[in-house]
């Protein structure tokens, strides 16, 4: 590490100082400056002088230190611009880094334009510099020339007296502003003095300001005209900077004051100036916004005392960036490097395979570890993929794997290659070997994902947080992936650690001095640990992926596996939150509640007979299903569902809220058995069977009421944990393709890969008749499943026209409207068979999501699918309803168990009756768009019986008391002690 001259730092005193003047020039008289009003006034005051006096003051001593900075040296080299750029984009890193800690607000291109400084123009100040410093040997004796300053002066003047920026010199902080600074200064040796005759010429400038200001006043004209000749680059304001900047050269050199480095002293200025306030991405606004409320600075007398505070932790920011690039190689290779700037391109354009060499000998290591890691985060995210194409994805369907996620998710793989160098450098800090270091985290991820993949096949479904529970029976695990395989897997890990500790002796140590290697154990660590907090507000985790343009609530762990890698995801399910626990909840509160709703209860039984556990109730989620006509301005040349649509006439019915839109399946599938609502949940909790059910001490359903329950599920059974789920739901029987159920009379429709709707109902009325008392069923079709390709239903008879898609997605649409006309014709007839059968059968068909094929802004078209409830003959014979109409217009997943006592006119307890008054009383509640962590109603909404949407603050007094009683009664089963299933048994 190069030894620090802190005598020559002293001369870094002056720069900052310059720097502050601009600070406080840009904090008073910016463009939302707390005294910009002042210096805009209509008539001359004594205000008026002073302000524009101070403003010209603020403006000479800013240019003053950019010209005595860029004067005091000769020609900058290419070593020296090399370690100014450096400096500039370790503080712009560092700065970034406060800034992401301090405010999550920012986003993925303040990270890029911090990264790419230059070509993305975040500042120009540093491409002016460099610029600066290649065209200085070729115009460094033009301020000797008399004619410069008489070209100079005009120059200078046109665009004040045009009113327009023709040259783009912004407020002396753009790139051609720092090119003409390079300018005046660029004769570090032989600058002619400016003599008093200068000064003079200015002084009479001034005073003709003050008469054109006078003039236009009297006019009843605007003073802005005159005050244009006192910014930064007038005439008026560089010639007395110039002369002000020799002065301070001549007093330099005088006193033989020790010179710092030019490219320490220029980096400072540049970050200095560059992350002032409207210039830097939020950080000066994000402390002040903590530490002073920003939003309420503006006039206030403490104003000056926090801009000077925000200014020092800016000055700080930029001190340990200089010093932190005095100790990296790049500075010690470019140190003694003192070639003209343009002589060193020109060597590196006529030589760039020696250049390369030279690169890849100094930073092989860095190098090959960033490659590495890439590759190993670019190939753990392939894995998620079962196919070449990105079958699985809702929006972009059938992509090429390799293209979406090299470049359409490029920043989540920079973001995983991230959190893989982190638990690097931690390796790497505390072992001391590089390649060691580098294999471990590398082999570690890539088997991380090849289990990831085993599990995907088997369940649907990557690894979870809690499935780390299962290492605890090594049977049920070997069970899961084969003998053979987990065979096969042990062997490669023995073979790894054998080779890892082979290498790890035969390798040699890193050579990082003490003081790295605990830096880099520091800041990996705290980013590691951080990953474990992603949900929580502030949380550095968060926003340093939210920078890097990650998203960290996932919609769809497997997705989000496919975009992110297996470790990203897995971090993402760290930190979950089920509900905020409502206010007042305890035992005695849950037992005023099942008192209260006992009373309500025995008034809802008086005009029921029957019990619920008599009746045969079957939950029917037909997947994908909605009716096209919904969509405004689309149109179908014929009615694909005849059957439905006068079924939905003469019962109950209407159009349910999914929270999903081309997907969730499972999520309404959660809703419909529980009467829980995700609307009520945390928004970190996006996927209960995944996150939450297994979890449950007890999990009931609408099936706990009955002696049997079952499900049916014509397809593979390992999507969204379902053997799992409904184990802890506790069903006595659950059908799919390779269970130890047979899937009966298996059929498909045209070229479709998935078992026909028929299939599906054949199955159920298989298992109505198997059985002679009551039982509830839920079955789940998959006809209707995406992708809805060309060739799908070659015989379709199904045309679209008019508006609310896209014209790509015309023949999806007209097959997937094939799809609903055979799942007509099977409802059909499936309502025909029950109706025959001699025992009570309530029916509860809804679709859980519209097609991803639709295009319309209203989100309530987008997510309303169609629903009935229907009651058989033999039910409406004995006491079942034929048609509810209160509140049916709209109805929400966790209506359903609510519904279906109600047709059936059963009996209800508790719980039960709770859930009554939650669909009679309570608009449709709706997915919850944002969380507190302590009042579970921050962020509900919901979706009245016209279809408009409300928040929670709309509800009447007795709907918020229904509403909390809900809440409690959620919180209570799903995240707290389930007094709620004690007292409802006693």
Do not use: C
């Not at 925000?310 to 000055?315: I, K, P, T, Y």
């Amino acid at each position: 590490m190069r030894k620090i001259n802190f005598k020559a730092g002293l001369n870094l005193i002056p720069t900052a100082i310059f720097a502050l003047i601009f600070g406080l020039s840009f904090w008073f008289f910016g463009s939302d400056g707390a005294w910009v009003k002042l210096v805009s006034a209509t008539t001359i005051t004594k205000t008026w002088l002073f302000m524009n006096g101070l403003k010209y003051v603020l403006n000479v001593g800013f240019v003053t230190g950019w010209l005595w900075l860029l004067h005091t040296r000769r020609e900058l080299s290419f070593g020296a611009t090399i370690r100014i750029w450096l400096t500039v984009w370790l503080g712009g890193m560092l700065t970034l880094f406060v800034a992401v800690v301090l405010n999550d607000q920012l986003w993925s291109q303040d990270f890029y334009n911090m990264v790419f400084l230059m070509t993305r123009n975040t500042w120009p100040l540093l491409t002016g510099t460099i610029l600066g410093s290649l065209m200085q040997p070729y115009v460094r004796r033009w301020p000797h020339d008399g004619r410069f300053w008489l070209a100079l002066v005009p120059l200078l003047s046109l665009p004040i007296l045009a009113g327009q920026d023709v040259f783009g010199f912004g407020a002396g902080l753009s790139l051609t502003a720092v090119l003409v600074y390079w300018l005046i200064a660029s004769d570090a040796e032989e600058t002619p003095r400016l003599t008093w005759r200068a000064l003079l010429w200015t002084g009479i400038g001034l005073l003709g300001v003050l008469l054109f200001a006078w003039i236009n006043t009297t006019r009843s004209g605007s003073l802005a005209q005159a005050t244009r000749w006192l910014s930064a680059l007038s005439p008026l304001t560089v010639v007395p900077a110039a002369w002000l900047a020799q002065q301070l050269t001549r007093l330099q050199h005088k006193w033989h004051l020790p010179e710092p480095s030019v490219s320490l002293r220029l980096s400072l200025l540049v970050m200095l100036l560059a992350m002032s306030p409207g210039k830097f991405v939020g950080f000066t606004k994000a402390l002040l916004t903590e530490l002073f409320h920003a939003d309420q600075v503006t006039g206030r007398s403490w104003y000056l005392p926090a801009t000077f505070v925000a200014w020092l932790g800016v000055l700080l920011i930029a001190i340990v960036a200089v010093l932190i690039a005095k100790m990296t190689r790049v500075w010690r290779n470019t140190v003694n490097d003192d070639r003209p700037l343009d002589v060193a391109l020109t060597q590196i354009a006529t030589a760039p395979k020696q250049f390369l060499s030279y690169l890849w000998q100094q930073y092989q290591r860095p190098l090959m570890a960033g490659t590495i890691l890439f590759a190993t985060q670019v190939a753990s995210s392939l894995l998620m993929n079962q196919d070449f194409k990105t079958v699985e994805n809702l929006v972009n369907v059938n992509n090429n794997i390799f293209s979406s996620t090299i470049m359409t998710n490029f920043p989540q793989m920079l973001a995983g290659t991230l959190v893989l160098a982190m638990a690097y450098w931690v390796l790497l800090g505390l072992t001391n070997r590089y390649w060691f270091s580098l294999l471990l985290v590398s082999l570690s991820t890539l088997t991380f994902a090849v289990a990831n993949l085993l599990k995907l096949a088997d369940r649907n479904e990557p690894i979870l947080p809690s499935d780390l529970a299962e290492l605890k029976s090594l049977p049920a695990l070997i069970n899961m992936v084969g003998t053979g395989m987990f065979v096969a897997m042990i062997v490669v890990v023995v073979v790894l650690i054998g080779g890892l500790i082979y290498l790890d002796h035969r390798s040699q140590s890193a050579k990082q001095p003490w003081w790295q290697r605990l830096l880099k154990i520091a800041v990996g660590a705290a980013m590691i640990a951080s990953l474990g907090f992603l949900h929580h507000t502030g949380s550095m985790g968060a926003n340093v992926l939210r920078t890097l343009g990650v998203e960290v609530n996932a919609t769809s762990l497997k997705l989000y596996a496919q975009s992110n890698g297996p470790v990203l995801q897995f971090a993402s399910q760290l930190d979950v939150t089920t509900m905020a626990k409502p206010a007042g909840y305890s035992e005695a509160t849950m037992k005023k509640l099942i008192k209260k709703y006992q009373k309500r209860a025995k008034t809802i039984n008086r005009t029921r007979d029957n019990q619920l556990k008599d009746l045969t109730v079957v939950f029917n989620l037909s997947e994908s299903f909605s009716d096209p006509a919904n969509i405004p301005g689309l149109k179908l040349n014929k009615d694909p569902i005849p059957t439905i649509r006068a079924l939905k006439k003469e019962t109950t019915a209407g159009s349910m809220l999914s929270f999903g839109y081309g997907g969730g399946t499972a999520n309404m599938e959660y809703m419909t058995l529980t009467g829980m609502s995700l609307g009520n949940f945390d928004t970190t909790l996006r996927i209960p069977y995944t996150q939450l059910v297994t979890k449950q001490k007890v999990a009931p359903t609408i099936g706990s009421y009955f002696d049997y329950d079952s499900a049916i599920h014509p397809y593979r059974g390992g999507f969204y944990n379902r053997p799992a789920v409904y184990k802890k739901f506790d069903f006595n029987k659950f059908a799919y393709l390779g269970s130890k159920y047979t899937i009966y009379d298996q059929k498909r429709m045209g070229q479709s890969p998935y078992l026909s709707d028929a299939t599906a109902y054949d199955n159920a009325l298989h298992q109505i008749n198997a059985r002679k008392g009551g039982q509830f069923m839920n079955l789940i079709s998959i006809q209707n499943h995406m992708p809805f390709d060309k060739d799908l239903y070659p015989d379709h008879d199904y045309t679209v026209s008019g508006t609310g898609f896209d014209a790509s997605k015309k023949a999806s649409i007209e097959h997937y409207t094939q799809g609903l006309a055979y799942t007509d014709a099977a409802v059909k007839q499936f309502k025909h068979e029950i109706d025959q059968i001699k025992k009570p059968i309530i029916w509860v068909f809804y679709g859980d999501h519209l097609a991803a094929l639709f295009n319309t802004p209203n989100q309530v078209d987008l997510h309303a699918t169609d629903y009935f409830v229907y009651a058989n003959k033999y039910a409406r014979e004995h006491g079942a309803v034929k048609k509810l109409t209160k509140k049916t217009t709209y109805v929400s997943p966790n209506d359903f168990p609510a519904l279906a006592a109600a047709q059936g006119g059963a009996k209800v307890d508790p719980i039960m009756a709770l859930l009554s008054d939650v669909q009679t009383k309570l608009p449709v509640q709706w997915d919850k768009v944002d969380n507190a962590q302590d009042d579970p109603t921050v962020g509900t909404r919901f979706i009245t019986q016209t279809g408009q949407e409300e928040t929670y603050d709309k509800l009447s007094r007795s709907q918020k008391r229904v509403f909390r009683d809900y809440q409690l009664l959620q919180y209570d089963i799903t995240a707290g002690k389930q007094y709620a299933l004690k007292l409802d048994k006693k």
